[in-house]
């Protein structure tokens, strides 16, 4: 592509970029989470201005409100401890964009603010913004922060009309040769390539263009770590990999968000929405098990990959044969690597993982601001494959390390809905004070805590059983 038209502020409410971890120094001699920007989307850069240089290699945590950054730090750290591909949503207040300027030097005069912008803000410095991140390679997430507030509820939150500004349905209005070879930049010189071994990589992120008016519409732009190129022979055990394989595995995925219509209540952002399959691979004298999840946005398709399985295969049946079948959903937290085992025995997963659903992230009245609270992903679940990013409201979290969950469920017994927010469905559900599993996971955490809290104790209660 070789131009692009830019939004005008106030027309775009949600950005990408890419963010490289770290831990530096705690205030108490310990170590804490850094999350360095490294790219931003040329969207972002632009409505920067000037200031879109002083952002780079800078920690976005420092941009989260002061009340709200060291339980955000938390929240996040425990978010990303999961090394595969799912995903997680944290509700905050964050700087907005004027502040963000005046932090790296924009002098007030030179700063241009949207008409009409305290509708969507919470004050002159902030505003209510949902952080979804995802691992999309060793060493590198992708982040979209998204603005909650809505300056037409009807009008933002209808398909039809996305092209009016300030839609739910965000997305990129495409990448410039120049603006790829920046992000290759960007990601080359903050990323070490994962260790060359005889086998491919265990993770592949690649960029495709999307044109919505072409029969063969998308077309791949970038893709990490460096492929094998094309010129050359593909010899096994060189510890490369074809990344038009790894491109030809999106096509059999159907990505029709129509097919995802939002539940009554719920709000569809496109960067919330994951498409998921899973793929056999037998190729390069080996056989391997590849997650799959996408992430369309707009005029481009993010695709992450991950091999959570490989053997090699016998000489006698090497070759360029693809085995498998992709199971397109929508997706609320993406898959974990293994299906799940519990209680000794695998679970049957396929009819959950079949079905799919929409998880997005919860609506609140009016300007109201939730109270902290997050989802923990529970170390053990039953349904095996799960599904996507998941809303969570950034809270108090006690770290977990298994990082996965089960897909959304209706709750036990005669228990129609829960009894704190009134959701009809959570990836699991808990138990009360009066010992009904009548609360969501989100509310039963809230309340392991407040009890923790008035017991004195440090950690929420453990998982009910």
């Given at each position: 592509m070789s131009t692009i038209t830019i939004p005008s502020l106030g027309q775009v409410r949600c950005y990408w970029a890419l963010l490289v971890p770290h831990y530096g120094p705690a205030p108490d001699g310990g170590s804490q989470l850094e999350l360095k920007f490294v790219h931003l989307d040329p969207v972002l850069s632009s409505h920067l201005g000037p200031q879109s240089a002083g952002v780079l290699n800078h920690g976005l945590i420092d941009l989260i409100h002061p009340g709200e950054r060291e339980q955000a730090r938390n929240d996040l750290s425990s978010a990303i401890q999961s090394d595969d591909l799912q995903g997680s949503v944290t509700r905050m207040r964050?700087?907005?964009?004027?502040?963000?300027?005046?932090?790296?030097?924009?002098?007030?005069?030179?700063?241009?603010?949207?008409?009409?912008?305290?509708?969507?803000?919470?004050?002159?410095?902030?505003?209510?913004?949902?952080?979804?991140?995802?691992?999309?390679?060793?060493?590198?997430?992708?982040?979209?922060?998204?603005?909650?507030?809505?300056?037409?509820?009807?009008?933002?939150?209808?398909?039809?009309?996305?092209?009016?500004?300030?839609?739910?349905?965000?997305?990129?209005?495409?990448?410039?040769?120049?603006?790829?070879?920046?992000?290759?930049?960007?990601?080359?010189?903050?990323?070490?390539?994962?260790?060359?071994?005889?086998?491919?990589?265990?993770?592949?992120?690649?960029?495709?263009?999307?044109?919505?008016?072409?029969?063969?519409?998308t077309s791949m732009v970038f893709t990490w770590p460096p492929a094998r190129p094309t010129d050359k022979p593909s010899p096994q055990y060189d510890g490369l990999y074809d990344a038009d394989e790894y491109a030809d595995l999106m096509r059999g995925v159907d990505m029709d968000p129509n097919a995802l219509a939002a539940?009554?209540?719920?709000?569809?952002?496109?960067?919330?929405?994951?498409?998921?399959?899973?793929?056999?691979?037998?190729?390069?004298?080996?056989?391997?098990?590849?997650?799959?999840?996408?992430?369309?946005?707009?005029?481009?398709?993010?695709?992450?990959?991950?091999?959570?399985n490989l053997y090699e295969l016998p000489n006698q049946t090497t070759g360029a044969v693809h085995e498998g079948w992709t199971l397109p959903q929508q997706a609320a937290r993406a898959h974990p690597p293994q299906p799940a085992v519990s209680n000794g025995q695998q679970q049957d997963w396929r009819p959950e993982y079949e079905r799919g659903y929409a998880a997005q992230v919860p609506t609140f009245p009016g300007s109201e601001y939730p109270a902290h609270e997050t989802y923990v992903p529970p170390a053990q679940y039953d349904a095996g494959y799960s599904h996507g990013p998941e809303s969570v409201n950034h809270a108090p979290a006690a770290p977990t390390r298994g990082g996965s969950t089960r897909p959304l469920v209706r709750p036990p017994g005669e228990v129609d809905k829960c009894r704190g927010c009134g959701t009809r469905e959570s990836p699991e559900w808990r138990k009360g004070e009066n010992g009904v599993k009548d609360l969501c996971n989100a509310c039963g955490l809230k309340l392991a805590r407040a009890v923790a809290k008035r017991e004195g104790r440090q950690k929420p209660r453990k998982k009910d059983k």
């Amino acid at each position: 592509m070789s131009t692009i038209t830019i939004p005008s502020l106030g027309q775009v409410r949600c950005y990408w970029a890419l963010l490289v971890p770290h831990y530096g120094p705690a205030p108490d001699g310990g170590s804490q989470l850094e999350l360095k920007f490294v790219h931003l989307d040329p969207v972002l850069s632009s409505h920067l201005g000037p200031q879109s240089a002083g952002v780079l290699n800078h920690g976005l945590i420092d941009l989260i409100h002061p009340g709200e950054r060291e339980q955000a730090r938390n929240d996040l750290s425990s978010a990303i401890q999961s090394d595969d591909l799912q995903g997680s949503v944290t509700r905050m207040r964050f700087s907005r964009l004027s502040r963000i300027r005046q932090m790296r030097g924009a002098q007030p005069n030179d700063i241009t603010l949207p008409p009409n912008v305290e509708t969507v803000t919470e004050d002159s410095e902030y505003l209510i913004m949902d952080l979804v991140l995802n691992w999309v390679a060793d060493g590198l997430l992708l982040a979209f922060l998204h603005a909650i507030k809505d300056f037409d509820p009807q009008a933002n939150n209808d398909p039809n009309r996305k092209n009016e500004g300030w839609s739910n349905f965000c997305g990129s209005a495409g990448m410039t040769e120049e603006n790829i070879q920046t992000l290759q930049q960007s990601i080359s010189t903050n990323v070490t390539p994962p260790s060359r071994t005889r086998y491919p990589p265990t993770r592949v992120f690649q960029v495709h263009s999307v044109d919505h008016n072409a029969a063969h519409a998308t077309s791949m732009v970038f893709t990490w770590p460096p492929a094998r190129p094309t010129d050359k022979p593909s010899p096994q055990y060189d510890g490369l990999y074809d990344a038009d394989e790894y491109a030809d595995l999106m096509r059999g995925v159907d990505m029709d968000p129509n097919a995802l219509a939002a539940k009554p209540g719920e709000v569809r952002t496109n960067c919330t929405t994951r498409f998921g399959a899973e793929h056999s691979i037998r190729t390069e004298g080996l056989y391997r098990h590849v997650t799959s999840v996408f992430i369309p946005y707009g005029n481009i398709t993010f695709a992450c990959f991950q091999t959570t399985n490989l053997y090699e295969l016998p000489n006698q049946t090497t070759g360029a044969v693809h085995e498998g079948w992709t199971l397109p959903q929508q997706a609320a937290r993406a898959h974990p690597p293994q299906p799940a085992v519990s209680n000794g025995q695998q679970q049957d997963w396929r009819p959950e993982y079949e079905r799919g659903y929409a998880a997005q992230v919860p609506t609140f009245p009016g300007s109201e601001y939730p109270a902290h609270e997050t989802y923990v992903p529970p170390a053990q679940y039953d349904a095996g494959y799960s599904h996507g990013p998941e809303s969570v409201n950034h809270a108090p979290a006690a770290p977990t390390r298994g990082g996965s969950t089960r897909p959304l469920v209706r709750p036990p017994g005669e228990v129609d809905k829960c009894r704190g927010c009134g959701t009809r469905e959570s990836p699991e559900w808990r138990k009360g004070e009066n010992g009904v599993k009548d609360l969501c996971n989100a509310c039963g955490l809230k309340l392991a805590r407040a009890v923790a809290k008035r017991e004195g104790r440090q950690k929420p209660r453990k998982k009910d059983k």
